[in-house]
């Protein structure tokens, strides 16, 4: 796996970084929804130079001008429901992309600590050939990215696999790592060096589902 960790680098996605992972900021949802999007569309930035290109004249009012734009189909696949705002952020960028949408949830078996992942619903076109990208903000045991490579086998074989996270454990991208196609890519804004009893990334930011959205039952 090409690892692409952006948080490495002094830009501005630190800035956002750090205002979702801020205990006061991050109460404010409708901020970090869109610091989530705006970490996507940062990501989604950097990932549009692994692509495909081809050449195209584009006529202006004074001439004409040969550029080179994105050739490849791109696939954006995001698991509810955190991932949307990260989902809006590429969507932002790549206006032809077809999209994908999968349930994802940790069923927990009376120990609080053990989890099962279940994944129940998989909205997503043909993969075959195009460039499938897989976002997952919360990159914690990598065994949700697991189970959704596992169930899209039946939409087709993809060009090429991009992972979009914003934040991951080193655990769960060790385990990734061992369990995806060796040129698969991983887009990520930073890495955190732990992972709790109940599979949360620590330091991390909490609950990325509840932060954008709410508290759920
Ligand atoms: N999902 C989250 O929302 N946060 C974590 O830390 C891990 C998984």
């Known amino acids: 796996m090409i690892i692409h960790n952006l948080g490495d680098e002094n830009s501005v996605l630190n800035q956002f970084i750090s205002e979702i992972r801020d205990t006061h900021i991050q109460k404010d949802a409708m901020r970090f929804r869109r610091n989530i ?73 009376g120990d609080e600590d053990n989890f099962e992942v279940i994944v129940d619903y998989f909205a997503a076109p043909s993969l075959e050939g195009k460039v499938l990208v897989l976002t997952d903000p919360m990159l914690a045991t990598g065994r949700t990215l697991e189970n959704v490579l596992e169930g899209l086998k039946k939409h087709g074989t993809p060009k090429q696999i991009h992972i979009v996270s914003v934040i991951g454990s080193q655990l769960g991208i060790d385990f990734v790592k061992s369990v995806f196609p060796t040129d698969t890519h991983l887009w990520i804004a930073a890495v955190d060096p732990e992972l709790n009893a109940r599979g949360y990334i620590i330091p991390g930011i909490g609950d990325a589902g509840d932060l954008a959205y709410g508290e759920k039952l």
């Open 37 to 109: 999007e705006r970490i996507g569309e940062i990501l989604g930035y950097e990932f549009s130079k692994e692509l495909a290109y081809n050449s195209k004249n584009i006529e202006t009012p004074l001439g004409n001008k040969s550029m080179h734009l994105i050739q490849d189909q791109v696939v954006i696949c995001s698991i509810l429901r955190a991932g949307l705002p990260l989902h809006q952020g590429l969507l932002n960028y790549f206006d032809t992309a077809e999209n994908g949408f999968i349930s994802a949830f940790r069923k927990h078996e």
